[in-house]
């Protein structure tokens, strides 16, 4: 079966612009979580999604948003880009929960200029 | 709180000899713990998870954990690396309800010919 999907692959934005990311889970699978990661932080946690409704946060300031579609499709935006948010921003997702492991897709690369 | 700790952030074997990546984790309550791996360009991969079962886990690619609750690790050893092989390795605990993971900041495995 198809992997993780996330588009675009490759994105190069301007300070204080905003971007969409998208992720396509694995079919049957309704859990989405995002992450980032930076030469500097490593891979931090986002958010996490079940069912449309986010069950949990990590600290990233309110920019950072996220939602799901009931097709468990989930998309990413980020406003107001500046520069330390450019990362490698990863979708994983899994069938309920992660306690068997996160199916990790290849990731967006963002830069902002 | 939940944290991992990965010693020694970049480790060199030559071809043919034991592979042993270190993570030590910290976990309020049984740990869920995962091993991924990362090709350049790419996203996370699953080796390995312990869900508390046998402490010993055997993966994908002949890697092999093992669980010591004691010593509060989880270190990946492969007898035998391969050149491909070369990639960075992620150790990661979940959180209690497995809907987050916390990721050591990764250890690159460098093998020589």
């Known amino acids: 079966k198809a992997g993780v999907t996330q588009t675009p692959r490759y994105l190069i934005k301007t300070r204080g612009q905003q971007v969409t990311l998208s992720c396509s889970p694995i079919?049957?699978?309704?859990?989405v979580s995002w992450y980032q990661q930076t030469p500097g932080q490593g891979l931090q946690f986002l958010f996490e999604?079940?069912?449309?409704?986010?069950?949990n946060k990590g600290n990233f300031p309110g920019r950072f948003s996220g939602r799901q579609f009931s097709n468990s499709r989930s998309e990413m935006n980020v406003s107001t880009l500046e520069l330390g948010d450019s990362a490698l921003y990863l979708c994983?997702?899994?069938?309920?929960?992660?306690?068997?492991?996160?199916?990790f897709g290849s990731g967006t690369r963002l830069t902002v200029v | 709180a939940q944290s991992v700790t990965q010693l020694g952030s970049h480790v060199s074997v030559s071809e043919g000899a034991l592979v042993l990546l270190r993570c030590n984790y910290s976990?309020?309550?049984?740990?869920?713990l995962f091993w991924y791996v990362q090709y350049p360009n790419q996203g996370l991969q699953l080796l390995l998870k312990?869900?508390?079962?046998?402490?010993l886990v055997k993966g994908i690619n002949g890697f092999e954990a093992e669980f010591k609750k004691s010593e509060t690790s989880f270190h990946l050893t492969k007898p035998s690396a391969h050149m491909s092989d070369a990639a960075e390795y992620f150790c990661?605990?979940?959180?209690?309800?497995?809907?987050?993971?916390?990721f050591g900041s990764g250890t690159k495995l460098n093998v020589k010919p």
């Open positions: 990661a605990v979940s959180d209690d309800n497995f809907n987050k993971f916390y």
């Open positions: 994983a997702s899994s069938s309920v929960t992660g306690n068997y492991g996160y199916t």
């Open positions: 999604y079940f069912s449309e409704t986010q069950r």
């Open positions: 976990s309020s309550v049984p740990p869920y």
């Open positions: 312990y869900t508390s079962a046998a402490t």
């Open positions: 079919s049957g699978h309704r859990s």
